[in-house]
């Protein structure tokens, strides 16, 4: 969603860019303590792969459950018209009716390739909630009911059968389905984030947009400022992850704004993400869904 687009991007601001008004091309993005001072953006992506290939990080991202698919799908047809579509941004729903609960204390992940993964099931309320972050003026979508079903999902093991609850909208036939459970908590990573490190040789990820169906490509939400000409995504693939680091190209000397922008950048990989850990090479972490 929109909305929760611009907060993660916020977020990788606040936690990451030292956001100036001064030249432009003087811009820097700071990982603050615990960082990996290392200002090469190829030697970075490197370190990166290094520090997470055979860890115990990796062992644990590999057991556990991490989308990389959209944790909500729409109605088919969707939207009705422009206003519906405006509502949905802004995360503007109405509830008209009752959300029902569960006696089920837990969700099961099945994966296409084989073996399942239990986690605690979110209830309705909760769901809803999540989907339902706006509550301003303007149009807005009407739930009048929900049931707990189920969705397929990409994730970081592969396409895989989630618990999800369908909610149903006011003027489709079709329900809207939110999955149902929390991804497992994220491993600690072997690696600090980078140090203080001009934009144009590495920048943060927003966050992981899409990864293709057949797994040879990766969408990500970049980010760069408003006096440059946009954001590059270089990766570095390994047999246990895919790196990707993020720059900003065509920056300029000179007074500029400090503002956040993005855009989704795909990447061609050599074969399919697979098992493989997606990593931000700025933050050396594992790119965020978004």
């Known amino acids: ?35 990996d001072p290392t200002p090469d953006p190829q030697d970075r992506a490197r370190r990166v792969a290094d520090a997470w290939d055979g860890s115990k990080a990796a062992e644990s991202w590999a057991e556990g459950y991490y989308p990389m698919g959209e944790t909500v799908q729409l109605p ?32 099961r992940v099945k994966w296409e390739s084989g ?26 979508l009407t739930v009048t009911g929900a049931e707990l079903g189920s969705m397929p999902l990409v994730t970081s093991r592969g396409p895989a059968t989630v618990p999800a609850w369908l909610f149903t909208l ?35 990820l927003g966050g992981l947009a899409e990864v293709a169906g057949d797994g040879r490509s990766v969408t990500v939400v970049a980010t760069h400022g408003a006096c440059d000409e946009g954001p590059a995504v270089d990766v570095l693939e390994t047999d246990g ?9 065509g920056t300029k000397d000179g007074p500029c704004t400090a503002v956040l922008l993005s855009k ?12 493989r850990v997606l990593l931000d090479a700025f933050t050396g972490r594992p790119v965020p869904q978004e």
Do not use: W
């Open 264 to 275: 989704e950048m795909t990447v061609q990989l050599d074969r399919p993400v697979g098992d």
């Open 241 to 249: 992850s895919v790196v990707l680091s993020g720059s900003v190209v």
């Open 76 to 107: 088919a047809g969707a939207f009705r018209n422009d206003a519906d579509k405006r509502a949905y941004g802004a995360q503007n729903f109405v509830l008209r009716g009752e959300l029902p609960t569960t006696s089920r204390k837990d969700g």
């Open 115 to 140: 073996g399942s993964f239990t986690l605690p099931l979110m209830g309705s309320r909760e769901a809803f909630e999540a989907i339902a972050g706006g509550g301003g003026d303007g149009p807005h």
């Open 1 to 35: 969603m929109n909305t929760t687009r611009t907060a993660g991007l916020l977020a990788v601001l606040a936690l990451f860019t030292v956001g100036t008004v001064t030249g432009c091309g003087n811009k820097t993005a700071s990982g603050g303590r615990g960082t």
């Open 170 to 204: 006011e003027g489709y036939d079709m329900p809207l389905k939110r999955v149902a459970l929390s991804p497992s908590e994220l491993p600690q990573p072997p690696i600090g984030p980078a140090g203080e490190v001009p934009t144009d040789k590495l920048a943060p």
